[in-house]
């Protein structure tokens, strides 16, 4: 049995920045999203990369894949998800950590564009360490 998973989708938010008609989530009979915190916690996001880890570890698997999802993503803002990012690479420093985040990108500015951007250039400078967005 393989007990590898190489896939984590984090809902870093449960609110969207739109209002699409055809939505499944905000348009549909089920309004329990209401209930949920808008944005995942900086201590929800730190337990849940050391689960990670410890699945890493425990599995022996060298590397791992982490979409950001929503709701929207972007309104964690850049500098936490830069930062989420940086700490999800220091605690998994054994593990080669690969990164996405699904966006309908509204709120794509600048301040995003320049952590993709750095992101990318840590990518070339990591041996075997990837960061994209």
């Known amino acids: 049995m393989d007990t590898c998973v190489t896939?984590?989708?984090?809902k870093v938010?449960?609110?969207?920045?739109l209002s699409c008609s055809y939505c499944y989530v905000y348009h549909k009979a089920d309004?329990?999203?209401k209930q949920q915190p808008a944005?995942?916690?900086d201590q929800i996001f730190a337990v849940t990369i050391e689960?990670?880890?410890?699945?890493?570890?425990?599995?022996?698997?060298?590397s791992v894949f982490i979409a950001f999802h929503g709701g929207e993503p972007c309104l964690i803002g850049a500098r936490k998800f830069d930062a989420w990012c940086s700490e999800a690479r220091q605690t998994l420093s054994n593990t080669a950590v690969s990164f996405a985040i699904q966006t309908n990108g509204t709120?794509?500015?600048?301040?995003?564009?320049?952590?993709?951007s750095?992101?990318?250039?840590e990518r070339g400078n990591q041996h075997g360490r990837t960061a994209r967005s």
Do not use: K, P
Request: glycine share 0%; net charge positive.
């Open 31 to 33: 309004s329990t999203w």
């Open 39 to 41: 944005l995942m916690s």
């Open 118 to 121: 750095e992101a990318s250039r």
């Open 7 to 10: 896939q984590v989708i984090l």
């Open 107 to 116: 709120l794509i500015d600048w301040e995003w564009i320049r952590v993709f």
């Open 51 to 62: 689960r990670v880890r410890q699945h890493c570890l425990f599995s022996r698997q060298r």
């Open 13 to 17: 938010a449960s609110r969207c920045n």
